[in-house]
């Protein structure tokens, strides 16, 4: 077998030099992980906590919205029947009105608040969500309130006696 000359070889250890070259820096790195990365997942995840538990909490809202509403039209709808008798005026009776609305939202097993007048019942109920992802990155709770009121009307619009 005939031997080629030795320049032909050169070129070749050239390219073997630089792949263990290459290897053994990739070795040295094997395992780490950069800040980069670091602050790039946590900022992904905090987005997407944010996105997640904020669609959640406003879930949360709504809820809280149609129980407020349930629990003020439950609540005007105590009239104060002596005065709707003699005058024709539909009143509401304040103290009932809110003893109503209160009962309403203790049996629907909610934390909220009852004020009542002669015309106008107003709830608001307050409720915690806890978060999901946010809980990742420091944030365990979010709190959403929701406030209705409900009027006591005379007829099928407010303009009829």
């Known amino acids: 077998m005939k031997r080629l000359p030795r320049f032909c070889y050169r070129p070749t250890l050239g390219v073997r ?8 820096r990739a070795r040295r790195d ?3 992980v950069t800040p980069f990365v670091v602050i790039l997942t946590t900022a992904l995840i905090a987005f997407a906590g944010l ?3 904020a ?9 809280a919205l149609d129980a407020a509403q349930a629990a003020a039209r439950a609540g ?3 009239l104060d029947l ?8 539909a009143r509401l ?4 009105a809110r003893a109503t609305a209160q009962r ?6 909610l934390r909220g608040e009852a004020t009542a007048t002669t015309g106008v019942v107003t709830v608001t109920v307050r409720r915690g969500h806890r978060t999901q992802l946010l809980r990742l990155v420091g944030v365990s709770r979010l709190d959403v309130s929701a406030t209705a009121t409900a009027t006591a009307r005379q007829g099928p619009s407010a303009g009829q006696p």
């Open 76 to 78: 005007a709808q105590e």
């Open 30 to 32: 094997r395992g780490q």
């Open 51 to 53: 996105v997640f538990d």
């Open 104 to 109: 309403w939202l203790t049996t629907a097993g």
């Open 17 to 24: 030099a630089r792949i263990r070259r290459r290897r053994r």
């Open 55 to 63: 669609g959640m909490a406003l879930s949360a809202k709504t809820q």
């Open 82 to 89: 002596l005065t709707y008798r003699t005058t024709g005026v």
């Open 93 to 96: 009776d304040p103290a009932r």
